[in-house]
């Protein structure tokens, strides 16, 4: 049996509960990394962590809401103590807002979208760095979007929040290189996720819109950007950093 990519590798998945990240997570587990899942809902972080362990794979739940600088502090905390390390990490968690022109957007919107998007992966990275660097290098994945590549209609704060991933993973890229941290992001397309669910049940007519600029006429599984966020954590991408992955089933080749 081939060796696994993260066996004694622990593994950090913010937004572990649901969707990409829950598939980011049982994807680490099977390939043998102790997860770590920070989220809000603890149901669905139990879930998911006796999902991993029926497989017997090594997994815990840590209840979290990232736009919180003390629950981000104490989650880091809880890492060290239990741990002592920490090799990668996933900054996944995020939300959006329903599909609406920038001038109909609120400022409760505006600071849903930023707090949890940007200043969530922000307040993680800060402390990720120092751990990371302390164990010798390692790598961290950012979840933008192709929306943090380009705009539609209607996704003006989704859009800026990630485009400012993208920002912030390049310039910390440049800052740590040296010390053998690695900082790249993916961008998927829609994705088969309850947040994408949500944004077709406010306009169904975006859905139909959606798939007909995707070459390959569907939405992303889940697992299929879980596996581009593995890949950039394995030993494939060690002379890779401060770059996006775009998984979004050919959508913008089209002009």
């Known amino acids: 049996m081939n060796a696994r990519r993260f066996d004694d590798k622990v593994v950090l998945v913010t937004g572990g509960n649901s969707g990409i990240g829950r598939a980011t997570a049982i994807a680490f587990a099977a390939e043998g990394a102790s997860v770590v899942i920070a989220a809000r809902r603890e149901n669905l972080g139990a879930d998911v962590v006796d999902e991993i362990t029926g497989r017997d794979g090594k997994a815990e739940f840590i209840r979290t809401d990232v736009t919180e600088p003390g629950q981000v502090e104490a989650l880091f905390a809880a890492i060290g103590e239990r741990y002592g390390r920490l090799n990668h990490a996933f900054n996944n968690a995020g939300t959006g807002v329903p599909l609406r022109r920038l001038a109909n957007t609120t400022m409760e919107e505006w600071t849903a979208v930023m707090n949890t998007n940007l200043r969530g992966t922000w307040l993680c990275m800060k402390y990720e760095i120092p751990m ?29 929040s990630k485009h400012a991933i993208l920002g912030l993973t390049r310039a910390a890229a440049l800052e740590v290189a040296h010390r053998k941290v690695r900082v790249n992001a993916v961008c998927p397309g829609f994705v088969d996720t309850d947040m994408a669910r949500k944004i077709f049940d406010h306009n169904p007519a975006a859905k139909d819109a959606i798939l007909a600029s995707v070459p390959l006429g569907r939405l992303a599984k889940p697992e299929e950007i879980a596996g581009a966020v593995l890949m950039l954590c394995s030993d494939a991408a060690t002379f890779m950093t401060g770059k996006e992955i775009v998984i979004a089933g050919g959508q913008g080749i089209r002009p």
């Open 132 to 160: 990371i660097r302390k164990e010798g290098g390692g790598s961290i994945v950012n979840n933008s979007s192709v929306m943090g590549l380009r705009c539609n209609d209607g996704l003006s704060l989704y859009s800026a």
